[in-house]
């Protein structure tokens, strides 16, 4: 029976109002930047017509910068902003190196003088050490200079590609913005890296634009034998694009060319030789799309620290946690005195990379799968080693850094690659009785807000 004189709120609820446009939006105003946020924007107040102050956030301006903005979006607790004029700009401003750098997302400091952003950089290390519970004169005294690998430096890449009416764009996300932007001139990558991009667009060009729209992204890494290429696609490649793919391998030496379909496992279009790098003398191959240190100037640098820190340890069995391929095993286990590694690890294919390079170079390493995010070492898996390494991803290592806070060792050195969880796990194992002794900030990410973060720690009191 239908039910004419039914309530019509009772199901389906009330008609949606439309929503409200935020009237700030579009709003202009002159200001004068006031700061460098930590993601490399500029902040500053606006008074806004009804009398009240709200923060911005601007790109591409320094402090002192005096510029005319539009508001363009909520975030967080204020809004970001688009410089629509520049009315006078600071001493600290320095021609950007890339004439992509307004549009494009990759870069926030090219703007910003060498010696200001080095600075930059080192308060971004003491904020982080002084969050981990350091007076803020003793984080002046831990944390040592910048290492700032120099630009066209970075051996790896992953490419955005859109192929669509307008032509062929592989390159990255122009600034908070879905569109691909072609970098034809990229001041950070390595030369081999961009030589591959322009020859990357002239092969989609090529092609059958209903397979070339299909692929999404290309990762690209420069190891010690040559390129190494995993493209992200949509669908599988048929065989002519296979063979034209396989072609394309030969003319530009790459040394391996992979295809993955969504999450699908990866596989070799075109293997040429092997993907390799090399640790104290040591080959080891890669996985398609594999971690690997930004670039060899900072690894380099954390080598450097380690060795060093090796040298006043005098460690004999070392745990190394969340090792990857080896970036730090070998030099742990082959510098100087020859020491008992352990290796931890959680991606099945470096670990069998590792265990074979290992394998073949007879290092003293044993070398064990395991996720230290669900099941970290603790109390006497811990008892054996007289020193921890470890190096986690973004996420951090909070589980480990709680076990070791109750059971780890005299000695740690911990490599972050962020700041902020890099400080939590500080202060968990400060207050497990350890205290940090020495900072190094390492830029492998330049003229960006990201830096890499190495500590040397040791137990001074009982947890």
Not at 142 to 147: A, F, I, N, Q, Y
Not at 209 to 218: L, Q
Request: proline share 6%.
């Amino acid at each position: 029976m239908k039910h004419h004189n039914r309530n019509p709120r009772a199901r389906g609820g009330r008609k949606r109002q439309p929503s409200r446009r935020d009237p700030l939006i579009g709003f202009e105003a002159d200001v004068t930047i006031e700061q460098i946020g930590a993601r490399g924007d500029g902040i500053a107040h606006v008074a806004t017509p009804d009398g009240k102050s709200v923060l911005i956030y601007v790109d591409c301006v320094l402090p002192g910068d005096q510029v005319r903005v539009a508001l363009r979006q909520k975030r967080g607790d204020g809004y970001g902003a688009e410089v629509v004029a520049e009315i006078a700009r600071s001493s600290g401003y320095n021609t950007p190196r890339c004439a992509h750098f307004k549009e494009c997302g990759g870069c926030a400091l090219q703007h910003m003088n060498d010696d200001d952003y080095r600075t930059w950089k080192r308060d971004k290390a003491l904020v982080a050490v002084q969050r981990a519970g350091i007076d803020p004169q003793d984080a002046k005294t831990l944390v040592g200079d910048v290492e700032i690998s120099p630009p066209a430096s970075r051996r790896r890449a992953g490419f955005s590609v859109h192929v669509g009416a307008t032509g062929v764009f592989v390159g990255f996300h122009g600034r908070f913005s879905h569109t691909v932007l072609n970098v034809p001139d990229c001041a950070v990558l390595r030369p081999e890296l961009m030589a591959f991009r322009e020859a990357f667009v002239m092969f989609l060009e090529a092609c059958p634009p209903e397979h070339a729209r299909d692929i999404k992204e290309v990762f690209v890494t420069l190891t010690d034998s040559g390129l190494d290429v995993l493209i992200q696609a949509s669908n599988d490649p048929d065989l002519d694009m296979r063979q034209d793919l396989a072609e394309f391998a030969e003319a530009q030496n790459i040394a391996r060319l992979s295809w993955k379909t969504g999450d699908r496992p990866d596989e070799p279009v075109a293997a040429r030789h092997l993907p390799v790098v090399r640790f104290e003398g040591v080959e080891v191959a890669i996985a398609p799309g594999g971690f690997l240190q930004a670039t060899q100037d900072g690894e380099q640098a954390l080598v450097a620290a380690i060795k060093s820190a090796l040298a006043d340890i005098a460690p004999k069995n070392v745990a190394d946690l969340f090792c990857g391929v080896g970036s730090f095993t070998f030099s742990l286990a082959l510098s100087g005195k020859r020491r008992s590694v352990t290796a931890v690890e959680s991606d099945p294919r470096a670990v069998e990379l590792l265990q074979y390079a290992v394998g073949q170079s007879g290092s003293p390493v044993k070398v064990v799968k395991r996720d230290l995010f669900r099941q970290p070492l603790v109390g006497d898996e811990l008892s054996s080693f007289d020193l921890v390494v470890f190096d986690p991803p973004r996420a951090g290592a909070l589980a480990q850094s709680e076990t070791l806070a109750v059971d780890g060792p005299e000695w740690i050195i911990a490599v972050s690659c962020n700041p902020a969880t890099f400080s939590r796990d500080m202060r968990v194992l400060r207050n497990g009785g350890y205290e940090i002794t020495k900072v190094v900030p390492v830029d492998q990410f330049l003229w960006s807000s990201h830096l890499e973060l190495f500590a040397i720690l040791r137990r001074v009191s009982a947890g």
